[in-house]
C-alpha cells in the first residue's frame, strides 16, 4: 500500500501550548482522514478532508489539506488535558480498501 | 443507537491454540473491516468483507488468518495455532453503504499469547 508519513512520533507539551501534527505522502490523496485514539481505547473519527486547501475547525482544532494535496495538518490551539492521546492520519484508495494509517503521534500534556 | 461491538475485550491463548474474534457492526452498516495495532504503532488493514463476501484481503498473513462475515451473526476473525507474534490489538470498524469512508471502530479485543 502507499504510505503516508506522520510527525513527530512523539510531542510533549505544557497544557496550554499548541500542538501540530503533519502527514505527508508522495502520491496525491484522494482524501485525508484524522483519528484520535485515547491511552488504552479505540480510534475515533475526527475528520475527513477531500478538496485541495480545505480548512475545517471543530472548536480548538484546525484541519489543513495541502494544495497539492499530498500533506496534511491537524493544529490544535490551547491544549488541554483532555486532548492526551495518539493522533493518525489515514488514507483511503491506497491500493487496499482498507485504510492506510500513519504511525500517529503521541501527544503528552504536562500539567 | 449501539455502536460497534467487539468481544472478547481480552482473549489470552497459548501457543499453537485457535483465537476468535467477534465484531458486530453498526445498525445498518454493511461494511466490515479488521485491523491490527501493534504496540506504540498504526493501524494495519488486514480484511474487508460485506455480508457473506470477502471484498479486500490483501492485508491478511496468508496463512493461519480466516476472516468471515455469514448472513447471520457477527463477523468473526480467526487466528490458528497462534504464536507470540500474534499478540496485538485488533480492531473491528464498519461504514455505512452510502459511500462515505469514514469508519467506526469498535473496542478492539486484545489477544496476548502465552
Known amino acids: 500500500g502507499q504510505q503516508v508519513m506522520q510527525i513527530p512520533q512523539y510531542q510533549h507539551v505544557q497544557e496550554g501550548e499548541d500542538f501540530t501534527t503533519y502527514c505527508n505522502s508522495s502520491?496525491?490523496?484522494?482524501?485525508i482522514q484524522w483519528y484520535k485514539q485515547r491511552p488504552g481505547g479505540h480510534p475515533v473519527f475526527l475528520i475527513q478532508?477531500?478538496?485541495?486547501?480545505e480548512v475545517k475547525k471543530q472548536k480548538r482544532l484546525t484541519f489543513q489539506f495541502g494544495e497539492a494535496k499530498k500533506n496534511s495538518s491537524l493544529h490544535i490551539t490551547a491544549t488541554q488535558t483532555t486532548d492526551v492521546g495518539t493522533y493518525f492520519c489515514?488514507?483511503?484508495?491506497?491500493?487496499?480498501?482498507?485504510?492506510?494509517f500513519g504511525k500517529g503521534t503521541h501527544l503528552i500534556i504536562q500539567p | 443507537n449501539a455502536g460497534v461491538m467487539q468481544n472478547p475485550r481480552h482473549l489470552v491463548r497459548r501457543r499453537g491454540q485457535e483465537a476468535r474474534l467477534r465484531c458486530s457492526p453498526m445498525?445498518?452498516?454493511?461494511?466490515v473491516y479488521w485491523y491490527r495495532q501493534l504496540p506504540e504503532e498504526g493501524l494495519k488493514f488486514m480484511v474487508y468483507?460485506?455480508?457473506?463476501?470477502?471484498?479486500?484481503e490483501s492485508g491478511m498473513p496468508k496463512e493461519r488468518f480466516s476472516a468471515e462475515f455469514p448472513k447471520e451473526g457477527p463477523s468473526i476473525l480467526r487466528i490458528q495455532q497462534v504464536v507470540r507474534g500474534d499478540s496485538a490489538a485488533y480492531f473491528c470498524?464498519?461504514?455505512?453503504?452510502?459511500?462515505?469512508?469514514?469508519?467506526?471502530f469498535g473496542p478492539g479485543t486484545r489477544l496476548t499469547v502465552t
Open positions: 445498525k445498518g452498516h454493511s461494511h
Open positions: 468483507l460485506q455480508k457473506e463476501n470477502i471484498i479486500d
Open positions: 478532508l477531500v478538496k485541495s486547501g
Open positions: 502520491t496525491t490523496l484522494s482524501n
Open positions: 489515514a488514507r483511503s484508495g491506497g491500493g487496499a480498501d482498507g485504510l492506510t
Open positions: 470498524a464498519s461504514s455505512p453503504p452510502n459511500g462515505r469512508d469514514e469508519q467506526y
